[in-house]
Nanobody
């Protein structure tokens, strides 16, 4: 089992940057495929970015491609999401998620076994 804690959210102006972190407990973080999702008020949770356990493979939603970068440091049991050129439509609660099996990346909410509590990102226009 793994516990996930996100941090790094906040209020930023359009065009600004934020770096989200997701700290994982447990000794097997390096074997988990990881992902970032977000949920805006009144909307369903949506996929943002995913990374395989080895970091060899990454995948992004079209809406963030070229602006966001997902990465991981297995030695620190931490997942990151670097967000640049932020837009008001990026405003949401951001969640990290872990999947305890598989060698690929995964893009659906029901692909994941564990979720963090979320961190709020607000982009002002």
């Amino acid at each position: 089992q793994v516990q996930l804690v996100e941090s790094g959210g906040g209020l930023v102006q359009t065009g600004g940057s934020l770096r989200l972190s997701c700290a994982a407990s447990g000794r097997t973080f390096s074997s988990y495929a990881m992902g970032w999702f977000r949920q805006a008020p009144g909307k369903e949770r949506e996929f943002v970015a995913a990374i395989s356990w080895s970091a060899y493979s990454t995948y992004y939603a079209d809406s963030v491609k070229g602006r966001f970068t997902i990465s991981r440091d297995n030695a620190k049991s931490t997942l990151y999401l670097q967000m640049n050129t932020l837009k008001p439509e990026d405003t949401a609660v951001y969640y990290c998620a872990a999947r305890g099996r598989g060698s690929n990346y995964y893009t659906k909410t029901n692909d994941y076994d564990y979720w963090g509590q979320g961190t709020q990102v607000t982009v002002s226009s």
